[in-house]
């Protein structure tokens, strides 16, 4: 089982970018059967898929936030980050990383604890 | 987008009650249906998986039916643990889309 641990600022200032590191554990992110994307939820609402990632580098995004996201992966380091670009208090919310696993059905199998991020000057 | 719709946005019941959530898509996506269980402060947690496969670990009081556009969600007899908010997902096309999610309450 993989195990993924969100890490980075709990606090952006509007317009900046924020930045989040995942680390995976249990298993190589150099894996076909993976996908590893991020999935947001603002406090007491639902859950939004920000957007994929494959480890050879083919990238997925939420058309809603394409312009302003930014996914990749360090293999070496067996990590997945993820950059959101100027950020508002609309951007405030609970983010977690996740894998989709790439079976006949796609679904999202293991997640992050999803820090807390603030967006607030 | 394929919007997700499910009902009810909440539901109180009893321990020992038999539960139905149901998730409608505004178009068909097969059996590519997926449906999380979330408790609060955590992360969400895969019950079922394309529309009717229990994921592992899961117990068997949970199961999911339905294909195309309407699927659902049973639990067959409620347990403590499972007051919690559930939620559906397609995996259809690569934009996945979220239900908006069924809290289930103590009554």
């Known amino acids: 089982q993989l195990q993924l641990q969100e890490s980075g600022p709990g606090l952006v200032t509007p317009s900046e970018t924020l930045s989040l590191t995942c680390s995976v554990s249990?298993?190589?992110?150099?894996?076909?059967?993976?996908?590893w994307g991020w999935i947001r939820q603002p406090p007491g609402k639902g859950l939004e898929w920000i957007g994929s990632?494959?480890?050879?580098?083919?990238?997925y995004y939420n058309p809603s936030l394409k312009s302003r996201v930014t996914i990749s992966v360090d293999a070496s380091r067996n990590q997945v980050s993820l950059k959101l670009s100027s950020v508002t208090a609309a951007d405030t919310a609970f983010y977690f990383c996740?894998?989709?696993?790439?079976?006949?059905?796609?679904?999202?199998?293991?997640w992050g604890q999803g820090p807390l991020v603030t967006v607030s000057s | 987008d394929i919007q997700m719709t499910q009902s009810p946005s909440s539901l109180s019941a009893s321990v020992g009650d038999r539960v139905t959530i149901t998730c409608r898509a505004s178009?068909?996506?097969?059996?590519?249906l997926n449906w999380y269980q979330q408790k609060p402060g955590k992360a969400p947690k895969l019950l079922i998986f394309?529309?009717?496969s229990l994921q592992n670990g899961v117990p068997s009081r949970f199961s999911g039916s339905g294909s195309g556009t309407d699927f659902t969600l049973t639990i067959s007899s409620l347990q403590l643990e499972d007051f919690a908010t559930y939620y559906c997902?397609?995996?259809?096309?690569?934009?996945?889309?979220f239900g908006q999610g069924t809290k289930l309450e103590i009554k």
């Open positions: 249990g298993g190589s992110i150099i894996n076909r059967n993976y996908y």
């Open positions: 997902q397609q995996s259809y096309n690569t934009l996945y889309t």
């Open positions: 394309a529309a009717s």
């Open positions: 990632i494959f480890y050879g580098g083919t990238t």
């Open positions: 178009q068909r996506v097969n059996n590519y």
């Open positions: 996740a894998t989709t696993y790439l079976g006949t059905v796609y679904y999202f199998d293991s």
